[in-house]
Protein backbone atom coordinates (compact mmCIF):
# COMPACT_ATOMS: atom_id res chain seq x y z
CA UNK A 1 0.00 0.00 0.00
CA UNK A 2 0.74 3.69 -0.22
CA UNK A 3 3.27 5.25 2.04
CA UNK A 4 5.40 8.08 3.46
CA UNK A 5 8.37 8.13 5.79
CA UNK A 6 9.75 11.30 7.23
CA UNK A 7 12.93 11.84 9.61
CA UNK A 8 11.73 11.52 12.78
CA UNK A 9 13.83 13.51 14.38
CA UNK A 10 13.43 15.35 17.03
CA UNK A 11 15.25 18.48 14.68
CA UNK A 12 16.98 21.35 17.35
CA UNK A 13 18.14 24.43 15.16
CA UNK A 14 18.98 27.48 16.35
CA UNK A 15 17.38 30.61 14.95
CA UNK A 16 17.78 31.66 11.38
CA UNK A 17 19.52 28.18 10.45
CA UNK A 18 18.56 26.70 7.47
CA UNK A 19 16.04 23.81 7.51
CA UNK A 20 15.30 20.43 5.48
CA UNK A 21 12.97 17.75 6.93
CA UNK A 22 13.21 14.84 4.48
CA UNK A 23 10.31 13.18 2.98
CA UNK A 24 9.86 10.28 0.45
CA UNK A 25 6.59 8.49 -0.58
CA UNK A 26 5.15 5.24 -2.34
CA UNK A 27 1.82 5.12 -4.45
CA UNK A 28 0.47 3.93 -6.99
CA UNK A 29 -0.11 6.73 -10.03
CA UNK A 30 0.32 10.04 -8.70
CA UNK A 31 -0.86 11.39 -5.55
CA UNK A 32 -0.92 14.80 -4.15
CA UNK A 33 1.46 15.56 -1.59
CA UNK A 34 1.57 17.75 1.55
CA UNK A 35 2.71 19.10 4.85
CA UNK A 36 0.88 19.71 7.48
CA UNK A 37 2.20 21.55 10.91
CA UNK A 38 0.36 20.83 14.06
CA UNK A 39 1.70 23.34 17.06
CA UNK A 40 1.18 22.21 20.49
CA UNK A 41 -1.73 21.11 22.01
CA UNK A 42 -3.28 22.24 18.39
CA UNK A 43 -4.97 20.28 15.05
CA UNK A 44 -3.30 19.60 11.75
CA UNK A 45 -2.93 23.14 9.88
CA UNK A 46 -2.00 22.64 6.15
CA UNK A 47 1.92 24.13 5.13
CA UNK A 48 1.96 24.15 1.57
CA UNK A 49 1.04 21.18 -1.30
CA UNK A 50 2.10 20.31 -4.19
CA UNK A 51 -0.55 17.90 -7.01
CA UNK A 52 1.75 17.11 -9.75
CA UNK A 53 5.45 16.40 -10.75
CA UNK A 54 7.90 19.11 -10.15
CA UNK A 55 5.16 21.77 -8.83
CA UNK A 56 6.56 23.80 -5.87
CA UNK A 57 4.25 24.65 -2.94
CA UNK A 58 5.45 27.36 -0.79
CA UNK A 59 4.00 29.33 2.23
CA UNK A 60 5.52 31.66 4.93
CA UNK A 61 9.15 30.88 3.72
CA UNK A 62 8.64 27.30 3.58
CA UNK A 63 8.97 25.13 0.17
CA UNK A 64 8.64 21.64 -0.74
CA UNK A 65 9.28 20.43 -4.60
CA UNK A 66 7.24 17.80 -5.84
CA UNK A 67 9.63 15.18 -7.16
CA UNK A 68 8.06 12.21 -9.36
CA UNK A 69 12.15 10.95 -9.98
CA UNK A 70 13.33 10.32 -6.65
CA UNK A 71 9.66 10.16 -5.02
CA UNK A 72 10.30 12.74 -2.70
CA UNK A 73 8.80 16.25 -1.41
CA UNK A 74 11.83 16.97 1.51
CA UNK A 75 10.62 20.35 3.49
CA UNK A 76 12.83 23.64 3.16
CA UNK A 77 13.02 26.69 4.76
CA UNK A 78 15.99 29.23 4.37
CA UNK A 79 15.78 30.98 7.89
CA UNK A 80 13.88 29.31 11.24
CA UNK A 81 12.04 31.28 13.57
CA UNK A 82 11.69 30.19 16.72
CA UNK A 83 7.61 30.83 16.46
CA UNK A 84 8.09 27.40 13.64
CA UNK A 85 8.53 25.53 16.37
CA UNK A 86 5.60 22.33 15.87
CA UNK A 87 5.80 18.98 14.18
CA UNK A 88 5.56 19.03 10.56
CA UNK A 89 3.70 16.00 8.93
CA UNK A 90 4.17 14.46 5.81
CA UNK A 91 1.40 13.48 3.98
CA UNK A 92 0.27 12.20 0.45
CA UNK A 93 -3.37 11.13 -1.23
CA UNK A 94 -5.23 10.01 -4.19
CA UNK A 95 -6.43 12.65 -6.49
CA UNK A 96 -10.07 11.82 -5.19
CA UNK A 97 -9.18 13.56 -1.97
CA UNK A 98 -9.07 10.11 0.04
CA UNK A 99 -6.52 7.24 1.06
CA UNK A 100 -4.47 10.47 3.19
CA UNK A 101 -1.08 8.46 4.54
CA UNK A 102 0.51 10.66 6.89
CA UNK A 103 4.41 10.12 8.15
CA UNK A 104 4.84 9.70 11.21
CA UNK A 105 5.66 13.62 11.87
CA UNK A 106 9.06 15.04 13.03
CA UNK A 107 9.18 17.55 15.94
CA UNK A 108 11.20 20.68 15.45
CA UNK A 109 12.56 22.58 18.07
CA UNK A 110 14.39 26.34 17.20
CA UNK A 111 16.28 27.96 19.98
CA UNK A 112 16.64 31.38 20.05
CA UNK B 1 -11.17 28.11 2.04
CA UNK B 2 -12.95 25.90 3.19
CA UNK B 3 -13.39 25.81 6.51
CA UNK B 4 -13.95 22.06 9.01
CA UNK B 5 -14.87 22.97 12.95
CA UNK B 6 -15.45 20.33 15.57
CA UNK B 7 -16.91 20.47 18.94
CA UNK B 8 -15.92 20.14 21.85
CA UNK B 9 -12.48 21.41 21.27
CA UNK B 10 -11.61 19.38 24.78
CA UNK B 11 -13.75 16.90 26.97
CA UNK B 12 -13.64 14.81 30.09
CA UNK B 13 -15.60 12.41 31.09
CA UNK B 14 -15.23 9.24 33.35
CA UNK B 15 -15.30 5.62 32.29
CA UNK B 16 -18.32 3.99 31.31
CA UNK B 17 -19.93 7.10 29.77
CA UNK B 18 -20.61 7.61 26.56
CA UNK B 19 -19.32 11.13 24.55
CA UNK B 20 -20.42 12.61 20.97
CA UNK B 21 -17.49 14.71 18.73
CA UNK B 22 -19.11 16.69 16.07
CA UNK B 23 -17.67 17.45 12.93
CA UNK B 24 -18.96 20.35 10.75
CA UNK B 25 -17.92 21.68 7.21
CA UNK B 26 -18.69 25.31 7.67
CA UNK B 27 -18.83 26.86 3.93
CA UNK B 28 -19.32 23.44 1.52
CA UNK B 29 -21.13 20.63 1.49
CA UNK B 30 -19.29 17.27 2.12
CA UNK B 31 -20.78 13.84 1.02
CA UNK B 32 -17.72 12.31 2.82
CA UNK B 33 -15.97 12.74 6.00
CA UNK B 34 -13.30 10.99 7.85
CA UNK B 35 -12.21 10.70 11.47
CA UNK B 36 -8.66 10.42 12.58
CA UNK B 37 -7.04 9.36 16.17
CA UNK B 38 -3.83 10.39 17.17
CA UNK B 39 -1.90 9.13 19.96
CA UNK B 40 0.73 11.46 22.02
CA UNK B 41 3.58 11.82 19.47
CA UNK B 42 2.56 9.84 17.28
CA UNK B 43 1.19 10.26 13.75
CA UNK B 44 -2.35 10.17 12.40
CA UNK B 45 -4.59 7.18 11.87
CA UNK B 46 -7.25 6.74 9.99
CA UNK B 47 -10.12 5.29 11.78
CA UNK B 48 -13.40 5.22 9.58
CA UNK B 49 -14.51 7.08 6.33
CA UNK B 50 -18.09 8.53 6.66
CA UNK B 51 -20.42 8.97 3.74
CA UNK B 52 -23.91 10.83 3.93
CA UNK B 53 -26.95 8.98 4.10
CA UNK B 54 -24.93 5.20 4.36
CA UNK B 55 -22.94 3.51 7.00
CA UNK B 56 -19.44 4.04 7.69
CA UNK B 57 -16.88 1.76 6.49
CA UNK B 58 -14.54 1.26 9.04
CA UNK B 59 -10.68 0.64 9.42
CA UNK B 60 -9.32 -2.88 10.08
CA UNK B 61 -8.96 -2.92 13.48
CA UNK B 62 -11.38 -0.32 14.51
CA UNK B 63 -14.15 -1.39 16.70
CA UNK B 64 -17.33 0.06 14.91
CA UNK B 65 -19.85 -0.77 18.14
CA UNK B 66 -17.66 1.43 20.09
CA UNK B 67 -17.05 4.31 18.15
CA UNK B 68 -20.35 5.00 16.85
CA UNK B 69 -20.60 7.04 13.78
CA UNK B 70 -23.83 9.28 11.78
CA UNK B 71 -23.36 11.24 8.82
CA UNK B 72 -27.23 12.33 8.56
CA UNK B 73 -26.44 15.74 6.82
CA UNK B 74 -24.22 17.18 3.96
CA UNK B 75 -22.46 19.20 6.98
CA UNK B 76 -22.42 17.35 10.11
CA UNK B 77 -20.53 14.06 11.17
CA UNK B 78 -20.30 12.70 14.60
CA UNK B 79 -18.20 10.32 16.23
CA UNK B 80 -20.04 8.32 19.23
CA UNK B 81 -17.26 6.79 21.52
CA UNK B 82 -19.65 4.29 23.55
CA UNK B 83 -18.94 3.12 26.85
CA UNK B 84 -15.54 5.29 27.18
CA UNK B 85 -12.28 3.83 29.02
CA UNK B 86 -9.07 5.12 29.46
CA UNK B 87 -7.74 3.49 26.71
CA UNK B 88 -9.98 6.07 24.84
CA UNK B 89 -8.13 9.15 25.95
CA UNK B 90 -6.88 10.48 22.85
CA UNK B 91 -6.89 13.78 19.92
CA UNK B 92 -9.54 12.87 17.54
CA UNK B 93 -9.36 14.99 14.40
CA UNK B 94 -12.06 15.26 11.27
CA UNK B 95 -12.00 16.18 8.20
CA UNK B 96 -14.12 16.72 5.17
CA UNK B 97 -14.09 16.49 1.43
CA UNK B 98 -14.95 19.00 -1.18
CA UNK B 99 -14.79 18.87 -4.83
CA UNK B 100 -12.27 21.76 -6.45
CA UNK B 101 -12.93 21.36 -10.45
CA UNK B 102 -11.63 17.89 -11.08
CA UNK B 103 -10.14 17.18 -8.02
CA UNK B 104 -11.22 17.00 -4.42
CA UNK B 105 -9.48 18.12 -1.39
CA UNK B 106 -9.65 17.37 2.66
CA UNK B 107 -10.00 19.71 4.95
CA UNK B 108 -9.10 19.02 8.52
CA UNK B 109 -10.74 20.29 11.83
CA UNK B 110 -8.86 21.63 14.94
CA UNK B 111 -9.40 18.40 17.06
CA UNK B 112 -10.95 16.76 20.15
CA UNK B 113 -8.83 15.68 23.02
CA UNK B 114 -10.70 13.52 24.85
CA UNK B 115 -9.64 12.45 28.24
CA UNK B 116 -11.37 9.80 29.76
CA UNK B 117 -11.19 9.26 34.06
Known amino acids: GDSVTQMEGPVTLSEEAFLTINCTYT??????LFWYVQYPGEGLQLLLK?????DKGSNKGFEATYRKETTSFHLEKGSVQVSDSAVYFC???????????FGPGTRLSVLP | GAVVSQHPSRVICKSGTSVKIECRSL??????MFWYRQFPKQSLMLMAT?????????EQGVEKDKFLINHASLTLSTLTVTSAHPEDSSFYIC?????????????FGPGTRLTVT
Open chain 2, 95 to 107: SARDRLGARYEQY
Open chain 1, 50 to 54: ATKAD
Open chain 1, 27 to 32: ATGYPS
Open chain 1, 91 to 101: ASSDNYGQNFV
Open chain 2, 27 to 32: DFQATT
Open chain 2, 50 to 58: SNEGSKATY
